[in-house]
């Protein structure tokens, strides 16, 4: 049973992977190039690594339930809710984490949107899923409030990475010692 938008989450769940190979590959650069590795290099690594493997799972989520012959309006629920709950921890969470692991906090622009902006979306999802409109309404878009919120917590996470880059590389690079030439 082909589920709406399997292709879309298919792709979404390459693009992710993608992501997620590329990013872990700049900051590899970054330290191949001489740059010491700080708290923040690693914080952000296994922040991006952790939200895009949830993304992912979010993704490929809906066609693993479709297998067991689960009537679609369920499999957006129950989607919804397994992938919700674990990434509003994640969003909600994240600057207590970040505060603890490198002694700061978000700066505002990623705070707006990784965080609140973010939540807010993985929220109204969660909401619409269970509660939604009358009935048969929110059933009807639940794939699509399901593939929209997950596109858009992408998005933040790459937006959140990207800011998140620019501040390491204005971090100072500390060149390896090397031998004096002979």
């Known amino acids: 049973m082909e589920i709406k938008g399997a292709i879309f989450l298919y792709t979404l769940a390459g693009l992710m992977i993608t992501f997620a190979g590329f ?20 914080y952000l690594a296994k922040t991006v690594m952790t939200y895009i493997f949830v993304l992912t799972a979010g993704a490929l989520l809906p066609a693993l339930l479709a297998l067991y012959d689960i009537p679609e309006k369920w499999i957006w629920r129950g989607s919804g809710v397994l992938f919700a709950l674990p990434m509003l921890s994640l969003q909600v969470t994240y600057p207590r984490r970040r505060r603890k692991a490198i002694g700061k906090g978000p700066p ?7 965080v609140v902006f973010g939540s807010a979306v993985t929220l109204a999802l969660l909401v619409y899923i269970l509660v939604g409109l009358p009935y048969s309404a929110a059933a009807a878009y639940s794939a699509a409030a399901y593939i929209t919120a997950l596109t858009i917590d992408f998005f933040t996470v790459i ?9 390491v590389m204005q971090q100072p690079m500390e060149a390896p010692e090397r031998p004096a030439p002979p």
Not at 23 to 42: E, Y
């Open 23 to 42: 990013s872990a590959l700049l900051l590899t650069l970054r330290q191949a190039a001489g740059a010491k590795v700080s708290l923040l290099d690693r």
């Open 159 to 167: 937006f959140g990475y990207l800011s998140a880059l620019d501040i």
């Open 108 to 114: 505002p622009a990623i705070f707006a949107v990784f």
